[in-house]
C-alpha cells in the first residue's frame, strides 16, 4: 500500500506541532493548557523555568505550589466555579519565581468547545504584571495622602473642561460645598447655586475674562449652605493647553479660608479693644490735666459772667459791654463742652468709622487735650502745619490716638532733660498723594536698635506697658500708611508716619508757623 501522503501529513501535522511550540514559547506570557476536569496537562518551558517546578510538578492541580499562600484558596475556588460553570476566568495572583520572590500576573482562562457545545480543552495565558500594580499602589498612595493632605489644610481641586463646562472634583472640593463626597456627584448648576449670590457676579466675570485671555485667576468668593452658614473661599486655577494651543481646560483649587477669616475679625476685634484700653490708661494719667484744662475755660465763663452783670448793674447799663462779655460766655462753655466732647470721644467702644478726616483738625484737637500736660512739664508745642492741605479717608479717633501716643511720647523723652525742651509737630504734602506728620523733640533719643520700640510690650518708660507705638503703628497701616522713627542731630528724635490722601490737590503747600505753650484765649 501506497502510504506517502500519510507520512507527509504526518510531517506536516509534526511540523506545525513544533511551530505551534516554538510560538508558545517565544510569546512574551506564560502558557497552560487543561483537560475539561481543570487538571494541567501542558505548561510551556518559559513557565517552568520561571517557577523552577518541574513538568511532572505542574501537572494536575500542582501549580498551586507555585501560587502566594494568600491568594492560593481564593484562586483554587474561582478555578473551580470556573471549571463547573464553563465561563471565561480573569484573575490576579502572586506566583513565585525560582529565586523565591513572589510577583503579580494576570491569569486569562477560557475553554475550547466541540461542534456539540462540549468542553474538549481549557487554555490558559499568565502575564507578568508586577510592575503595573506597584505603579498603581504607588498611585493609590498617593492620591490617599492627597485626598487626606486636601482635608487637612481644607482645600479641594477641581478640574474644568472649558468647551463643555463638565468638571471633575475632589472629595474634600464636594465638602467644602457641603456635598457627601460617597453620595452622587452634583451638577455644575447646584456648585453654582450655593455661591453667595453677592459674590457670585464677581466670580464669574473674573473666570470669564481669564478664560478669554487664557491666563490664570484667583478669586475670593463666599458659600451659602444649606444649613444658612457661610463659607470663605480662595480659589486660584491655571489653563492647560493642547499641542495646537488651544485652551482645553482649567486645574483649580479652592481653600477653605473661612477660620482664617474668623481668626482676622477676632484679632482686628481684640486689637480694638486693645486699642481702646490704651486710650483709657493714657487718658487716666492725664486727667489732672484735663481737669485743669476744662476748668480754665469754666474760670473765664465765670469771670465773664461776673463782668456782664457789673455791667448791666450800672446806673446806666452798658449793654454793649454785657453783650461782649455774654458772647465770651458762650465762647468759654463752647470751649468746654468741645474739650469734653473729645474726651468722651476717646473713651467710646464704638466700631471704627471711615470718613474723610482733615488731619491738621485732628493735631489741634490732640494738641488742645494735651497742652496742659506739656505746660506742667515747661514744654513748648510748636507746629508747622501745611495748608489747604488734602483730607484722608480714616477714622479721627484712631488717629487722634495715634498722635496723642506720639506726642506723649515726646512729652516723657523730654520731661528730665535741662534747658529748652521743646516739642514740634508738622504736616506736610508728599509724593504720590501722601501726607506726612511728624512728632520731633529735643529729648533724649531714640535706643540703639529704634526699629524696637513699636514692638509690642517693648517700652523705656519706667511704668508704661509697651503698647503704645505697637498699637499706632497697626493703626497707622490700616489706614495705608507707615509709621517710623528717626534720630535728630545733635539730640532728639522724630517720629512719622505716611497717610494716603482722597485726592492730591496741585500746587505747593504753604506753611503757618505757630507756637503753642497755654491755651488760647
Known amino acids: ?12 501535522i509534526r511540523e506545525n506541532e513544533r511551530e505551534l511550540r516554538t510560538t508558545i514559547q ?4 506564560f502558557v497552560v493548557s487543561t483537560l475539561p476536569d481543570g487538571s494541567v496537562d501542558f505548561v510551556s518551558q518559559r513557565f517552568i523555568d520561571y517557577t523552577g517546578l518541574s513538568e511532572e510538578e505542574w501537572l494536575g492541580a500542582g501549580w498551586l505550589n507555585a501560587t502566594h499562600p494568600d491568594d492560593r484558596d481564593d484562586a483554587a475556588e474561582r478555578w473551580r466555579v470556573a471549571v463547573r460553570t464553563g465561563e471565561p476566568l480573569e484573575v490576579e495572583t ?16 477560557v475553554p475550547l468547545r466541540d461542534e456539540t457545545g462540549h468542553i474538549v480543552k481549557w487554555y490558559a495565558t499568565a502575564t507578568d504584571i508586577d510592575d503595573r500594580k506597584r505603579s498603581e499602589e504607588k498611585l493609590r498612595r498617593s492620591e490617599a495622602y492627597l485626598r487626606e493632605v486636601q482635608r487637612l489644610v481644607h482645600m479641594g481641586s477641581v478640574v474644568t473642561d472649558v468647551p463643555s463646562g463638565a468638571f471633575t472634583a475632589s472629595p474634600e472640593f464636594l465638602r467644602i460645598f457641603g456635598y457627601d463626597p460617597d453620595a452622587e456627584t452634583p451638577s455644575r448648576e447646584s456648585l453654582q447655586a450655593r455661591i453667595h449670590p453677592d459674590d457670585y457676579p464677581t466670580l464669574r466675570h473674573a473666570v470669564d475674562t481669564a478664560t478669554r485671555s487664557k491666563t490664570d485667576y484667583v478669586a475670593d468668593y463666599r458659600i451659602v449652605l444649606p444649613d444658612g452658614s457661610i463659607r470663605h473661599c480662595h480659589v486660584v486655577a491655571h489653563p492647560v493647553f493642547d499641542d495646537a494651543g488651544d485652551l482645553v481646560e482649567y486645574v483649580g483649587t479652592t481653600l477653605d479660608v473661612t477660620e482664617r477669616k474668623q481668626a482676622d475679625e477676632a484679632l482686628r476685634q481684640a486689637q480694638a479693644e486693645l486699642a481702646r484700653v490704651n486710650r483709657v490708661t493714657t487718658m487716666g494719667e492725664l486727667m489732672a490735666s484735663l481737669a485743669h484744662e476744662v476748668n480754665q475755660p469754666i474760670t473765664a465763663a465765670v469771670a465773664n459772667a461776673n463782668a456782664c452783670l457789673r455791667w448791666l448793674a450800672r446806673d446806666t447799663p452798658n449793654l454793649d459791654e454785657a453783650r461782649a462779655a455774654a458772647r465770651r460766655i458762650v465762647q468759654d462753655e463752647t470751649r468746654a463742652a468741645d474739650i469734653i466732647s473729645r474726651i468722651r470721644l476717646l473713651f467710646t467702644k464704638d466700631a471704627s468709622q471711615r470718613q474723610a478726616v482733615d488731619v491738621n483738625e485732628v493735631i489741634r484737637g490732640t494738641i488742645v ?12 508745642i510748636r507746629t508747622e502745619l501745611a495748608a489747604d492741605l488734602p483730607q484722608v ?25 535741662p534747658g529748652t525742651r521743646q516739642l514740634t509737630v508738622a504736616s506736610q504734602r508728599a509724593d504720590h498723594g501722601q ?36 498699637i499706632s503703628r497697626s493703626i497707622v497701616e490700616s489706614h495705608g500708611g507707615r509709621l517710623w522713627a528717626e534720630g535728630i542731630s545733635p539730640r532728639g528724635a522724630r517720629l512719622s508716619f505716611t497717610l494716603p490722601s482722597i485726592a492730591s490737590a496741585p500746587g505747593g503747600p504753604a506753611t503757618r508757623r505757630t507756637s503753642i505753650a497755654t491755651p488760647p484765649p
Open 1 to 12: 500500500m501506497d502510504v506517502t501522503a500519510v507520512h507527509d501529513a504526518e510531517d506536516r
Open 26 to 29: 517565544t510569546i512574551p506570557a
Open 94 to 109: 502572586r506566583l513565585r519565581r525560582a529565586d523565591g520572590a513572589y510577583r503579580w500576573f494576570l491569569g486569562r482562562s
Open 369 to 380: 487735650l494735651l497742652v496742659g500736660e506739656a505746660t506742667r512739664h515747661d514744654i513748648v
Open 393 to 417: 479717608m480714616g477714622d479721627s479717633v484712631h488717629l487722634q490716638q495715634v498722635m496723642m501716643n506720639l506726642i506723649m511720647n515726646g512729652v516723657d523723652a523730654l520731661t528730665d532733660v
Open 435 to 470: 501726607l506726612v506728620v511728624s512728632v520731633s523733640d529735643t529729648g533724649v533719643g531714640l535706643p540703639p536698635q529704634g526699629d524696637e520700640i513699636f514692638k509690642a510690650f517693648v517700652t523705656t518708660k519706667p511704668n508704661g506697658i509697651g503698647m503704645g507705638l505697637s
